[in-house]
């Protein structure tokens, strides 16, 4: 069985995209407000990780809203969050 503090250091790893706004949007929602979501949240975010970065792309750029209903709220949840907090890069995108 994998420690919660492992599986939270391979989210964060697979939340990396290397994608620089992919990255702004996700990497600060793990660290701030993953531990904080019910499990059918965390489940989605860890769903949401595994699609392909033009889709989060279009998805946290707020062009389109995922299908799934789990996918679209939280990518909701990560939109908000960037929208709300102090992150002056995010005001970029």
Known sequence: MVSEDVA???L????????W??????VPFLKHRYS???ADDQAAYRALIEQED????????RREWPQ????????????EYA????????RTL
């Open 83 to 90: 929208e709300t907090t102090g992150n002056d890069q995010y």
């Open 12 to 19: 964060y790893w697979h939340s990396r995209r290397g994608m």
């Open 21 to 26: 706004e992919l990255d702004l949007l996700l």
């Open 68 to 79: 799934e209903e789990a996918l679209r709220r939280i990518v909701k949840m990560i939109v």
């Open 8 to 10: 939270l250091k391979r």
């Open 54 to 61: 033009q889709d989060l792309f279009v998805w946290l750029m």
């Open 36 to 38: 904080e979501l019910d």
